[in-house]
Structure formats: structure tokens, C-alpha cells
């Protein structure tokens, strides 16, 4: 072989060669590569652990506040005031989050700052914020809120200049406790009361009657005749004939809403006391002035059922005769009387708590046909109800129900003087516009022919019910 002339020329060759030869070659840079790329990969796996930590941290703070936030709305609870609420959840809260691991000190610590005005109470390092507050929406409402700030300690963050990540949560919580609450029931017994409440009953009263449908109960006229085939007056021979009547109905319906009182407030865990009144005539020498059935009143549900039965209809003389010494001239529905007289019996309501010194709502609840009679010689009946009395009764923060049991023109189309289809009859309209202004928002009912008065009751008790409120 020849050799070439240019030595040099073949040493740069062979170099050329050899470092082509290096860069092709990429084994040992493997392990370089890994060596650098373990230090970020270490670092990652350790933030992780560091982010997982805190997120269990995180979860175990946020159950804490969770369960400081429901403990001042148990039942028990609820009867506290909201100061004591937010220091048995403040306690509640170091009980548990002391103990947790993983967090930078110091957190939680330091002497509380308790401020009872406000109802708040905070950590002394403003870590933590608990509030609690008792509103006045629809019942004795409170909503608690728990707020919290931590950090949790890393230690492979550290490195990075990372000591800590910051934590925080909020917890809310409310409930409604059902208040206490009495209730005043005013049964309307005036002679209208005394009509039937279905049309098979009207047309039968009629047909014993010689066409008369009111059973009106006068003692001196006992001209028809009864089921057993003896003489009475209008009322004995519709009961005779079992014809239910509005009045009778109504006993029924306050017997029917004790029953659902009681066990409303079972299921409310409150306490529902009642008290029972009829009203007719304003006058004493009347049969049927303002009687106060059962007062004062009891948590005894069941005895108001039983008092309900003494609320009879009027018991006349006569056509407007009240007793054989005393003309009424027919004024029986005396409602300006009754409300001034219940309105004395019903003392100032509170908020309806359990808190020592409270005492429980007041509900007034009124079934009539909403015909006012007061004055009439020389005149026509008032009719409408006197919605002034109404408003001094609402304005003591008494809630006012109301069951119209409708007042048809034909109870009284067969007056054969034509003086109630003059006197009564154009003005009807007046009736219904002045009770549903004499009640208070939602608490209004009407019943007519056919309709259960029972049913109307028991929905106007669940509406007041429903709708309570704590008037702070």
C-alpha cells in the first residue's frame, strides 16, 4: 500500500473519525441525565406528599367546623342564647383541632376574644371566626357560620422556599326552631250562625219549616215539628233531623284543631296553649253575651275540646225579644264587644322561645259569618266589622285568623216584611272585603254550602303555623 505523503492530513482524518465516533457513542450520558433529573423528580414526589397532607388536613379542619357550626342548632341549643352558642362551638373547635398533626404553630392558640354583643368569638390570633345569629324570617331562626385560616407544614417545600401551605375553609349552617304560641279561639254563636252547611240541609230546614232555613232558636215559638213528632222551635227540629249547622260545625272544627295542635306540636317540638270564647249579643241580660268558655289559657288541648261544647247558638225569646223582660230588637252579633273584651284578656305576646324569661306568641283565630248587628232601632244593621278594633289588636303584634263561614242572601230570602232584602241583602258585599282586611297576611278562610269547616280550621292553624315569627 502506498502511504500518503501527508502525514498531517491522515491525523486530522483519524481525529474527524474518532470525534464522529464520540458523539455516536451516548452510553455514559445516561447516567448523567438521570443524575440531574432525580433531583426535580425527588422534589415532585415530596411536594405531592406535602400537597396530600395538607388535603387531609384540609378535610379534617373543614369536618370540624361542620360539626362546631351544628352544634349551636340543636334542639337544646336553639333554647340558648347566641352567645352561648358560639362559645360551646368555639370549645367544640379546640376539642378537635388541636390535636391535628401536620400544622404550623402557632394556630388556634392565644386567649380568646369573646364579644357578646355581637356574638362573635375569635381566636386570638384571628385564626378562627365563629358568629352566630337568630333572625326573625318565618320562626326563630339561627345561622351559624365558622371560619378558619391554618398552614400546613412541608418538608420537602422547604427547599424551595415553600415552609408552608395556607389553608382555609368556611362552614355554614342554620336552622328554625318552631315557636310556642297561643292561641285565642272566638266562635261566632248569633242566631245567623244557625244555618245549614250543606244545600241537602237548606232545603230540607225549609221543607219543615214552611220555607224558613234559618234554625232559629226561640223558645216562645214552637211551631214545627220534630223528628219524634212533638212541637219546637226551628233549632230543636234541624238537630232533631241531625241537619248540621254552621255553629254546630264549628264546635266540631275546634275540636278537630286541637287534635292537630297536639300533635303539630309534638312534631315541632314547641308548646301550643288555647284559650275559647263565643260572642253574640254585647248586652248581659242577653242569652248569649261574651262568654269566656275556658280561660285562662292551658296546655291542656284536649279540655278546650271539651269547653268547645258550651258554645251554644243563641237561645231567644222571641223575634227580637232576647228574654221575655229584655227587647234586643234582634241586634245578636255584637263582634265590636268581643274584640274589645278578648283583646283585654290577651296579655302582650313575646317571641315564643324557650329562653327564661320569654313568653309565647299570640294568635287570635275567629269563626263567623261576619255579620256585624250592634245598633239597629230606627236602622239598618252595621254589617261590615268594625276593621278599626282589628288593627289595635294586630298593632300589639297579635296575628289574627279568620274562618268566613259565608253569609248567602237566601238565609234570609224568605223574610216575608221584605226588610232584610231592603236593609241586608244590597249591602252583603261589604261583609267579606272587611274580614279579609281584619286578618292577618295568609291567615284568612272561606267556607260556603258544602264546604267543611273542619278542613278550613285545621289549614288556617297550619298557616299560622307556618308562618310564625320571632318578633325581636
Known amino acids: 500500500m502506498m502511504k500518503s505523503r501527508y502525514p498531517f492530513l491522515r491525523v486530522v482524518s483519524r481525529i474527524a473519525h474518532a470525534w464522529t465516533a464520540l458523539r455516536a457513542d451516548r452510553r455514559g450520558s445516561v447516567f448523567m441525565i438521570l443524575g440531574f433529573a432525580l433531583i426535580p423528580l425527588t422534589l415532585s414526589v415530596g411536594i405531592g406528599i406535602d400537597y396530600a397532607r395538607a388535603a387531609r388536613i384540609q378535610t379534617r379542619l373543614n369536618a370540624i367546623a361542620d360539626a362546631a357550626a351544628l352544634a349551636t342548632v340543636t334542639a337544646p341549643m336553639m333554647q340558648q342564647t347566641p352567645y352561648n352558642a358560639a362559645v360551646t362551638a368555639y370549645n367544640m373547635w379546640h376539642q378537635q383541632a388541636d390535636a391535628t398533626a401536620g400544622l404550623v404553630t402557632p394556630y388556634f392558640t392565644g386567649c ?39 398552614a400546613s ?18 362552614s355554614t349552617t342554620n336552622a328554625k326552631q318552631a315557636p310556642n304560641i297561643d292561641f285565642y279561639v272566638l266562635l261566632d254563636t248569633s242566631s245567623s250562625m244557625a244555618f245549614p252547611t250543606t244545600t241537602a240541609g237548606i232545603n230540607q230546614l225549609g221543607s219543615l219549616t214552611g220555607g224558613c232555613t234559618f234554625a232559629c232558636h226561640n223558645t216562645n215559638y ?104 229584655y227587647p234586643s230588637n234582634d241586634t245578636d252579633t255584637w263582634s265590636s264587644d268581643a274584640f274589645t273584651r278578648i283583646n283585654s284578656l290577651m296579655p302582650a305576646p313575646g317571641n315564643g322561645t324557650n329562653q327564661a324569661g320569654d313568653k309565647p306568641q299570640q294568635i287570635m283565630f275567629i269563626i263567623t259569618d261576619g255579620m256585624r248587628d250592634e245598633y239597629r232601632p230606627g ?7 268594625d276593621t278599626t278594633l282589628c288593627d289595635t289588636i294586630k298593632a300589639r303584634g297579635i296575628r289574627i285568623g279568620i274562618i268566613y263561614t259565608e253569609y248567602l242572601p237566601s238565609a234570609i230570602n224568605t ?3 221584605g226588610w232584610s232584602q231592603v236593609n241586608v241583602v244590597p249591602y252583603l258585599p261589604q261583609v267579606e272585603p272587611a274580614l279579609q282586611n281584619c286578618a292577618s297576611s295568609g291567615l284568612y278562610y272561606k267556607v260556603s254550602t258544602n264546604d267543611d269547616i273542619s278542613t278550613a280550621l285545621n289549614q288556617l292553624f297550619q298557616a299560622a303555623v307556618a308562618t310564625a315569627h320571632i318578633a325581636h
Open 112 to 150: 380568646c376574644v369573646i364579644n357578646q354583643t355581637s356574638n362573635t368569638v375569635n381566636g386570638g390570633d384571628g385564626t378562627l371566626l365563629i358568629s352566630v345569629t337568630d333572625t326573625n324570617t318565618t320562626g326563630h331562626t339561627r345561622t351559624t357560620t365558622v371560619s378558619w385560616h391554618a
Open 153 to 170: 407544614h412541608n418538608a420537602f417545600g422547604n427547599l424551595l422556599a415553600m415552609a408552608q401551605i395556607e389553608l382555609n375553609g368556611t
Open 222 to 325: 214552637t211551631q214545627a215539628t220534630k223528628k219524634d213528632g212533638t212541637k219546637g222551635d226551628y233549632y230543636s227540629v234541624a238537630l232533631s233531623y241531625g241537619i248540621p249547622l254552621r255553629v254546630d260545625q264549628a264546635r266540631l272544627a275546634v275540636q278537630s284543631m286541637m287534635t292537630t295542635a297536639t300533635q303539630t306540636e309534638q312534631n315541632n317540638n314547641a308548646q301550643y296553649r288555647a284559650a275559647l270564647a263565643s260572642f253574640g249579643s254585647g248586652d248581659s241580660r242577653a242569652p248569649n253575651p261574651f262568654n269566656k268558655l275556658l280561660f285562662p289559657v292551658t296546655a291542656a288541648l284536649s279540655s278546650v275540646s271539651a269547653a268547645a261544647n258550651g258554645a251554644q247558638v243563641t237561645n231567644y225569646y222571641s223575634e227580637n225579644q232576647a228574654t221575655s223582660t
Open 379 to 385: 236602622g239598618r244593621p252595621e254589617v261590615a266589622f
Open 415 to 417: 223574610d216575608p216584611t
